[in-house]
């Protein structure tokens, strides 16, 4: 009889069972949520153990990353720490570097590895849950590996907006109109949600810090959104992403419909219908490609380079493999005509991950797994304070409307109680109080300030110069 089927002999695991879950993630995280939930008799008894790999020790709730950016969200609370939420499993703070599944062993780096340079260490799993995500679909336009500017994680958010008001500041302390110019410029590039939501919300930060600048004026300011379709916001359909253009563009923002950008070198956006920007910030949200520790498995592929899974969230072909969220490529049982995947967001990495959760237990039990069935409902964004598009189950809503629901519709979303509640808290006293203008930029460098006092590095380093470095 196969060993799997005597761990599960009366629906009860009777040995050990090592899942491993890869990603701290959407995924990762609400796996291991409900897996903890499910085989808690199991943990206790010592016949389950649950191993999640992470580079963060934290979940982060992707969506509220434009808000992060904005100041209308701490940065503390936009993340999960994994710690708390998942008592029963062992977070290990490292990376899959590879998964040799046949043999069952995945080779993970964590800091201590790397301070020890005794590389990847192996990590035996029976069962093992690969969720990744995805990372930015950069492609070769000169320039932007130097210059470019993602928006994926909370780092990158609170960087960018960091960024935006150190180069108020810059344009604020100048008389060079070329520095100036070049300051005030912010060049987005990707009409998604990612970046039409950034955009948004940190065209109308600037905007509203510009009234405490004696010399930068919102109109001084050049916002400008670079799509290669003929449309921006496909997430809410034709209709609604009609209207984000025109919003868009009655707040003076440059809104470049079937253009690309051609280079980004010595900080000049160049355009493919020919405009030059000369620019400090070149935003790259122009799509995902799913995360490279795919390619360095022996599991199957698409030609996107997704992993093949069943609709039942099993990878496949493989026994004993797992996959949901952005890595995965899920067929959508729902969607007309057949053979369409599962789009990745957010919705259905939250959704599978609590099915997959569901079968990796029924597996081990023995049990008929179920199909993984949701109907996409439609998508909500924020285009900044008091303005937004919905589309929810074909209802469409904009303006302030829209806003309010996607504020609730997050809330709602946002895992544990604690989040939810400091978060409601946040908005509660933002509505009350100004809003944060302060860049914290200095936090990125906490040592310059001592180094400099100790006749360190930066004491001889040149002050920054902002045409220099340009
Ligand atoms: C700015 C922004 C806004 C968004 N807004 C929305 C929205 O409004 N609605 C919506 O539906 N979707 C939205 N999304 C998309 C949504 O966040 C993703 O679809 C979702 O996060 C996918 O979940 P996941 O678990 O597959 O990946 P992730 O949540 O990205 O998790 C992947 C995890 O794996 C970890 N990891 C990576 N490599 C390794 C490795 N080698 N070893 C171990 N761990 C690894 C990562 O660090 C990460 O913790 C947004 C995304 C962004 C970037």
Redesign the pocket.
């Known amino acids: 009889m196969d060993k799997r089927k005597r761990r599960v002999r009366h629906g009860m695991v009777k040995e050990r069972v090592r899942i491993l879950v ?8 609400y796996t291991a949520l409900r897996l903890q939930r499910k085989l808690s008799a199991e943990l206790r008894r010592g016949e389950a153990e649950i191993t999640v ?4 020790p934290y ?2 709730y ?2 509220f ?2 808000e992060a950016a904005a100041g209308s969200i701490s940065p503390r609370h936009v993340v999960v720490p994994l710690r708390r939420v998942l008592g029963r499993c062992r977070v290990i703070v ?4 590879s998964i040799d599944h046949a043999r069952r062993t995945a080779a ?1 780096t964590t800091l201590a590895t790397g301070e020890a340079r005794t590389g990847a260490r192996p990590l035996r799993y029976d069962e093992l849950v690969l ?4 990372v930015s679909r950069a492609l070769p336009v000169p320039g932007l590996a130097e210059h470019g500017i993602g ?2 994680t909370v780092e990158e ?1 609170i960087g960018l907006r960091n960024h935006v008001i150190e180069q108020m500041d810059i344009a604020s302390s100048t008389r060079d109109p070329e520095i100036r110019d070049a300051a005030l410029t912010f060049v987005f590039v990707g009409g998604g ?2 970046g039409v ?2 955009l948004g919300e940190l065209e109308d930060m600037a905007r509203y810090a510009a009234r405490y600048y004696h010399n930068v004026r919102p109109e001084d300011m050049k916002w400008v959104l670079v799509e290669a379709t003929g449309r921006i916001l496909p ?1 809410v359909g034709v209709e609604l992403g009609r209207y984000t253009l025109t919003e868009l563009r009655r707040r003076n923002i440059d809104v470049r419909l079937e253009t690309r950008l051609d280079s980004c070198a010595d900080r000049v956006a160049v355009l493919s219908d020919g405009a030059r920007f000369p620019t400090r910030t070149v935003v790259w ?1 122009a799509g ?1 490609k799913p ?1 490279p ?1 795919l390619a360095a498995t022996d599991l199957p592929l698409t030609a996107r380079g997704r992993l093949r899974c069943t609709p039942q969230l099993r990878v496949e072909g493989v026994p004993h493999a797992w996959a ?5 490529a899920v067929p959508d049982v729902t969607a007309d005509p057949p053979g369409t995947l599962c789009a ?6 939250l959704r599978q ?1 609590r099915v997959l959760g569901d079968n990796l237990v029924h597996s081990l039990r023995g049990e008929p797994l179920e199909t993984y069935a949701h109907k996409y409902a439609g ?3 924020s285009l900044g304070f008091h303005q937004g598009v919905a589309q929810v189950y074909g209802r469409r809503l904009k303006g302030y409307p829209a806003w309010f629901m996607h504020r609730a519709y ?1 809330l709602s979303r946002v895992p544990t109680f604690n989040r939810k509640a400091r978060v409601l808290a946040e908005w509660t006293l933002s509505g009350l109080f100004k809003r944060e203008i302060v860049s914290l930029g200095s936090l990125e460098h906490p040592r310059a300030e001592f180094e400099l006092a100790a006749g360190g590095k930066h004491s001889q380093d040149p002050p920054e110069n902002p045409k220099g470095s340009s």
């Open positions: 890869v990603g701290g993630g959407y995924v990762g995280m790999v992470t580079p963060d979940m982060t992707q969506p990353l434009p490292g990376e899959a570097e993970v969720a990744p995500g995805s928006f994926k958010a949600y990612a939501e950034a997430e949200t995902v995360h520790v949901a969220g952005d890595a995965a990745p967001h957010a919705q259905h990495a991950a998508s909500v964004a997050h």
